[in-house]
Each structure stands twice: as C-alpha cells, then as structure tokens.
C-alpha cells in the first residue's frame, strides 16, 4: 500500500492547528486565571502575617500577589509540539500543494530523458491550482502542450503516480506505426542518433536505436527496439488504429518506447488526475556506480 503523504500532511496540519487555536480560545486563558487567583491568594497569605503599615510611597498593599507568583504560565508539553510544529507542517503542505513537488523515477518508461533514481521536481501551478487530497481545481492557469513530461494519477489506481511526455491534447488523431508518432495524419519528425551507450542505470539497454524526435518544437531524444511489435503483449487501446483525444483528456506516452506501459495500453489521462509538470532534476542516484552512488552530472538538469 503507498503512503498517501498529502493526506498526512492535511491532517497534521488540522490536528497541531486545531491544538494550537483550542489552546489560544480555551486553555491559554483558564491557565492564566488559575495562575493570578493563585498569586492573589499567595499575595494574601504573605499580607496577612504582616503587622506593619506599608511605608509612605510603597504600593502593594495587602492581598497584592508577587510578580513572581503571576507569571505566565509554562504551555503543556502538547502544546508546546503543536506550535512548535505547525508552522513547518504549514509551510510543506503550501509548498508541496500549490508551488513544487519532489518526486523519485522509479522505473526507465522515460529513458534516456529519465533514468532510475532521477529525483525530480514537478511544478504544481502549471495547470492549474487544486485543494490538496481533494484534487479539485479551483484556479485555472495553463493547460498540458504537446511535449509536455507531466506526472499523473494512475487511472486505472490513483494511488500510483506515472510520468510519461503528453503526445496528444483534446482534439489530436493519435497513432503510433512502424516505430513513428503519427499526430493529426502526419508523422512527427524524427532524426537517427545511431545507437545508445548507457551507463549505471542506464546500461542495460545500449544498444537500442536513439531518435531525436521533435513533437511540434519540443525535441527530445526516444528509445526502440526496431524489432519489436509496435506495441507490446496485452496493449489493446491502441490496436484498432488512430484514436481521437475527447475534452478533457491527454494521451501520453514514454520515451522509452518499448520499455513503457503508457496510453497505448491503457488508454487517455483525465484532465482531473494530473499533478503537475515535471521540469528539474535536483538529484540523481545511481546504486550502480561504483565509490559515491550520485550522478552529480545530471544534477540541475532541465527536463524537455
């Protein structure tokens, strides 16, 4: 079962702040009650053991109670974790809801572009602003382009994200034939690269054909096996031919186009599951190396 983070962060968020405001309504002020009704009554006691007038220009009568027995009183020990812990609890719910999500490549569905162990960063606003958990939108601010690697709730299990690159928007006749993107009836340009030399992560697939492919002025580099099946075992939606992509939905596939379970497969991404798009690397991770397992060469790298 995946962890569902964001769910966690919502909650801690409401319990440490539910906490913090219950404590500035209710007990914070009983705190102080029960502090200066017991400083008047040790005020009271030590006036009354006292036989002496108070000199001319002293104040404090009988009954007034020591500064040091009004003092504030200490929080609790909850309390004091919740506001402790709220404003950072805030701050990563914000950051990681409306501005920028870290994410881990746990698979090669978009080599040579992402390799396994690629830690990535995913821009939350680019299609928009959606309530945490909820995942509805409530501000409209861009829509997926064609080009676009972007990451999604799985549809068929939204508890698993995917990131593939967006072939199709609403309106495109998507096909894929003898190894080429077909979009609205013309085949998407592509340019020979030779062969893939990979390394660490990536090693287990030199020797496959490497493409340039330029998808209407994004280009990126695919992968395929020439002899291999346009589409692997078991991937039906795109076996009957060209496919219109309805309102509302987005075909998307990986680079690595015969290591990929995407769209051809499984069919459209709904507008409602997409998280974000992916722009940055900020750490790379390869248990492959030898000595010191960070890629520190892929580190910073913009992703096209």
């Not at 080599?111 to 945490?132: A, E, H, Q």
């Amino acid at each position: 079962m995946n962890f569902d983070f964001p769910t966690f962060l919502v909650a801690a968020t409401a319990v440490t702040g539910g906490i913090w405001l219950v404590d500035a309504l209710l007990w914070a002020p009983k705190r102080r009650r029960l502090a200066i009704s017991a400083g008047a009554g040790a005020g009271a006691g030590a006036g009354a053991g006292q036989s002496q007038e108070p000199e001319a220009g002293q104040g404090g009568g009988v009954g007034q109670a020591p500064a040091e027995a009004i003092r504030q009183p200490k929080d609790p020990i909850l309390v004091e974790y919740a506001k402790s812990f709220f404003p950072v609890i805030l701050a990563v719910l914000l950051l990681r809801s409306f501005v920028v999500e870290p994410f881990r490549i746990p698979s090669g569905s978009m080599m040579p572009t992402l390799l396994v162990g690629d830690f990535i960063l995913v821009n939350k606003f680019s299609y928009g602003l959606r309530w945490p958990v909820l995942n509805s939108k409530f501000l409209e601010l861009g829509e997926p382009q064609r080009g676009d690697v972007i990451v999604f709730r799985f549809p068929q299990d939204e508890s698993v994200d995917y990131i593939k690159r967006v072939v199709g928007v609403p309106g495109d006749v998507v096909d894929y034939r003898d190894k080429h993107l077909i979009i609205n009836g013309e085949r998407v340009a592509t340019m020979p690269l030779g062969t893939y030399q990979g390394v660490g992560a990536g090693e287990r697939l030199t020797g496959a054909s490497l493409a340039m492919e330029n998808l209407t002025g994004v280009k990126h580099d695919i992968l395929f096996n020439p002899r291999a099946p346009d589409l692997p075992p078991g991937c039906r939606f795109l076996a009957q031919g060209p496919i219109t992509v309805p309102d509302g939905y987005y075909f998307a596939m990986g680079d690595n186009r015969d290591n990929s379970n995407d769209g051809r497969c499984w069919g459209l991404v709904p507008e409602k599951n997409l998280v974000g798009k992916a722009f940055a690397i900020w750490m790379s991770w390869d248990g492959e190396r030898s000595g010191l397992p960070i890629a520190f060469g892929r580190i910073g790298d913009v992703i096209h």
